[in-house]
């Protein structure tokens, strides 16, 4: 026989390897990561979201394959035929196309179902892994017959397609979904290919090498155990691999806990900015942690004493240093003060339990004489403690100190690390919040407007109280207005009213709004503002980072999805146009998103950073009207405050924590 004859031979014996099949899906879908999303990428950014995205399509794609050629082998069994073998399994991954794409047609997506959008995705990839498994073995075939016509002497067949082939169909693909937007980034940065794509290689190549370096030690150490106790070394081998998930598992779990303790550390340190003794003059009565508050200041954490710390002062400071200007209250504001802003807070470590910090909390009401405030502001704060400075400062400006706001801190991780503790700040806030509403129900004479303010996870937390109550929840607890900034889409009550039709919510009561421009348009239009205001920039990727991502096409990149629009400042409106779902790519490329837009920057309306919209939003919902002199004038101030602070405190500003 000829050696052709023989390649012809060995080549009608083989069939593609999942590993093959895997290939070609990782390259088709390799282009796409490097699409234009919510924000500009850095080169190891772009490297990360293409090796994890191309490392896990490779991963659920020779899985599936090998679903499939075990399905192949399964319809020919007891055939010895080679040729059926490959037969087989070409009809087989031919047929899961049509299949998945009938799964798909018979359960359309659905909003917060996960069993569906698994089943869907598992229907979505096998259908990709017939097709690409198809394509690979057509393109093999046609291949060798161009070989034996040209006599190459299996030359040309000696080539790997896989690579070739998933690229062809990315670019099929891409062509078909070209529209006239298809090349339009708004102005987000390409990252540099050549470093990306090192970057990936290197990711990908890692992962590679621990599962090579897994999978060698395992059958090593299953063939030795074999030999000298009982159990087949296909036995050993899984208890092997078993033992390593194990040990990862515990590993991960330790290095995790030993990271949370060191950060929790970090946010309960004391702030070395004031000389001991020296908090009472930064620090007046009203507010926790003075002389003679009920709240110690040690146990208040980091951001507790930065909120107290940063309280505006009703009147000019006497002495103040030469470097710290004098943004008092009656200065900025061009009028005498009302009265004394009143800021409770109350720290983890100021009471063990959530009812003995509820306790410690409405005794500390009391001393400071908050409920006599015409204004009172139910705070959420984020992940740390935190409390938005800017925030707080402006409404006591606007409302000439006549204002008192509350908080409870639920945690000390940073707002990405302390979403399992989203359960706990929900049921003490509300616990506060019926024992204020129980007070202020009983409390003879005037009472006050009771309103709400939440940023980014400390809005999640705030929304959750009315979880399946839609706004009739807020109307019932005597809320009158509320603002939220930057909330995380995994919020539930927002997308209970702001997604159907719901009995229990007044659609006209609640507005998403980018910019403040858009909330004043809304209001005009509408004769009257929205009571209850979600403020989310459209690049704001906290706003739009879920794990739903991996399996169902949001809404914020559907056919409804928000168009640009020319804006003057602030933050862009809508969706890069070019930006579409990719399943497992957009969760990345949303990841990073995510942790982009909390990146600190120049004070301003952008991403996760709404500190220049705060005083416009506020005044406005909840109704603390100011001229547009006084207004120009605060903006400014709170501009030089957080210069100071910056400088003073060494505390990044706006940190989602």
């Known amino acids: 026989m000829s050696r052709a004859g023989r390649r012809s031979r060995g080549w009608r014996a083989t069939t593609n390897s999942a590993q093959d099949v895997g290939l070609v899906v990782a390259a088709a879908m390799a282009p796409g990561t490097f699409a234009p999303s919510l924000s500009s990428r850095t080169a190891l950014d772009q490297g990360l979201v293409t090796g994890l995205a191309t490392g896990l399509h490779f991963l659920l794609t020779t899985g599936a394959q090998d679903a499939l050629a075990g399905t192949a082998r399964f319809l020919v069994d007891g055939t010895p035929s080679p040729a059926a073998h490959r037969t087989a399994t070409i009809a087989v991954d031919a047929a899961a196309l049509p299949l998945g794409l009938a799964v798909l047609r018979a359960l359309p997506p659905r909003v917060d179902d996960p069993l569906r959008g698994a089943v869907r995705q598992a229907a979505w990839r096998l259908g990709a892994s017939g097709l690409s498994g198809a394509l690979l073995g057509a393109a093999e075939i046609g291949t060798h017959a161009l070989d034996e016509r040209l006599r190459l002497g299996g030359r040309l067949t000696a080539v790997p397609l896989a690579f070739p082939v998933g690229l062809g169909i990315a670019y099929l693909v891409d062509r078909l979904r070209a529209g006239e937007n298809a090349d339009r980034t708004d102005g987000a940065e390409p990252a540099p290919p050549l470093s990306s794509v090192g970057v990936a290689a290197g990711v990908v190549g890692g992962l590679v090498g621990v599962a090579y370096g897994e999978h060698a030690l395992t059958d090593l150490l299953a063939r030795r155990l074999a030999a000298v106790l009982p159990g087949s070394p296909d036995l050993w081998r899984l208890a092997g691999h078993a033992g390593f998930l194990a040990g990862l598992g515990i590993g991960a779990s330790a290095v995790w806990h030993r990271a949370m303790r060191q950060i929790e550390a970090r946010t309960s340190a004391d702030v070395p900015v004031i000389e001991p003794g020296h908090d009472q003059r ?301 399943p497992v790519t957009t969760f990345f490329q949303s990841l990073v998103d995510m942790k982009n837009a909390q990146t600190a920057g120049a004070f301003g309306a952008w991403q996760h950073d709404y500190r220049a919209d705060l005083p416009r939003f506020l005044s406005e919902v909840y109704g603390l009207p100011a001229s547009e002199e006084q207004l120009l004038r605060i903006e400014e101030t709170l501009r030089v405050r957080e210069t100071v602070r910056e400088r003073l405190f060494a505390v990044v500003p706006g940190a989602v924590g």
Not at 411 to 425: A, Q
Not at 565 to 572: D, K, L, Q, R
Request: with cysteine.
């Open 282 to 582: 930064w620090v007046p009565s009203t507010v926790s942690g003075s002389s003679g508050s009920l709240v110690s200041w040690a146990g208040m954490g980091r951001d507790g004493r930065l909120h107290a710390l940063a309280s505006v002062h009703p009147r000019p400071v006497p002495n103040l240093p030469a470097d710290v200007p004098d943004l008092s209250l009656a200065t900025v504001m061009g009028a005498p003060a009302r009265g004394t802003p009143v800021q409770v807070y109350v720290g983890l470590d100021n009471a063990p339990t959530p009812r003995q910090r509820v306790d410690l909390a409405m005794a500390e009401l009391e001393r400071t004489g908050a409920l006599d405030r015409s204004l009172l502001v139910l705070v959420s704060p984020t992940g740390t403690g935190y409390v938005n400075y800017v925030a707080v400062a402006a409404l006591q400006y606007l409302a000439l100190g006549d204002v008192a706001t509350v908080a409870l801190q639920y945690s000390r991780r940073p707002s990405p690390l302390s979403l399992g503790m989203i359960r706990g700040g929900r049921e003490q806030n509300r616990l506060l919040w019926l024992r204020i509403l129980q007070r202020i129900r009983d409390r003879p004479g005037r009472r006050p407007r009771v309103v709400l303010f939440g940023e980014s996870l400390g809005a999640h937390t705030s929304q959750d109280v009315f979880l399946h109550w839609g706004t009739l929840g807020l109307d019932a607890m005597g809320i009158d207005r509320a603002l939220w900034i930057g909330t995380p889409y995994g919020s539930k009550w927002m997308r209970q009213v702001t997604r159907g039709d719901r009995l229990d919510v007044d659609a006209d009561s609640v507005a998403v709004v980018n910019d403040f421009a858009q909330f004043a348009a809304l209001a005009e239009r509408c004769g009257c503002p929205p009571r209850f205001v979600l403020l989310s920039h459209d690049n704001d990727g906290v706003t739009k980072f879920g794990p739903d991502l991996l399996w169902y096409p949001p809404d914020w990149l559907g056919p409804d999805r928000p168009r640009p629009e020319p804006i003057a400042a602030g933050s862009p409106r809508g969706i890069p146009p070019a930006m579409r779902w990719r």
